[in-house]
């Protein structure tokens, strides 16, 4: 989350292959769009939720969905659900193998809800939204089956050229 120090999750400045970007080698981290908070404009103009606040809003077992804009919460609805469910897909990415490491720099997963999970764990930007990203939308315009690929282009957090492929994981049917 966007006040995390480097030291709350083992960011590693050491790494190679991230020219100095404070990366956590071994843990995911998330990011949630502007307008996946109960006040964006807020958000943005830098009233951000300490990270004892939305540590205890993700991981309070007592704390319910019901408890969102308006009643006391951060986020939208199912923004905590969203976090959980995609918290799930890290024991994969841990298992990546050393040479899996080196050709495939960030391992990424947006949702249309505005939550954004990325491995290596590293920061995003306030403004980043998943959704507003070219490789979401090249990915939705293909069957879940099929890849989609970009051209090589400069990665945006400056470790080089690089290649996306990305694939829709799931995506809703029309409603008609």
């Known amino acids: ?24 080698l071994l843990e995911s981290t998330f990011k949630l ?13 830098a009233n951000v939720p300490n990270i004892s606040t939305v540590h205890d809003y ?10 969102e804009c308006g009643n006391g919460g951060l986020f939208l609805p199912d923004i905590r659900s969203t976090v959980w469910t995609t918290q799930s897909i890290q024991k994969a990415w841990q298992n990546h193998t050393a040479r899996d490491r080196e050709v495939v720099a960030w391992t990424y997963f947006g949702t249309a809800n505005g939550v954004f999970r990325i491995f290596p764990g590293t920061r995003s930007a306030k403004t980043y939204d998943p959704t507003s990203q070219p490789w979401y939308h090249r990915v939705l315009a293909h069957r879940p089956s099929i890849y989609a690929s970009s051209a090589v282009h400069l990665d945006a957090s400056g470790i080089g050229k690089v290649v996306s492929l990305g694939q829709t994981v799931f995506q809703p049917k029309s409603v008609s």
């Not at 769009?33 to 103009?45: E, K, M, V």
Request: glycine share 2%.
């Open 58 to 67: 993700f991981n309070s077992a007592y704390m319910t969905e019901q408890a």
């Open 33 to 45: 769009a502007a307008r996946a908070q109960c006040d964006p404009t807020s958000y943005l103009l």
């Open 1 to 24: 989350y966007d006040e995390m120090t480097q030291e709350d999750i083992g960011y590693n400045t050491t790494a190679s292959n991230y020219s100095n970007i404070p990366v956590a």
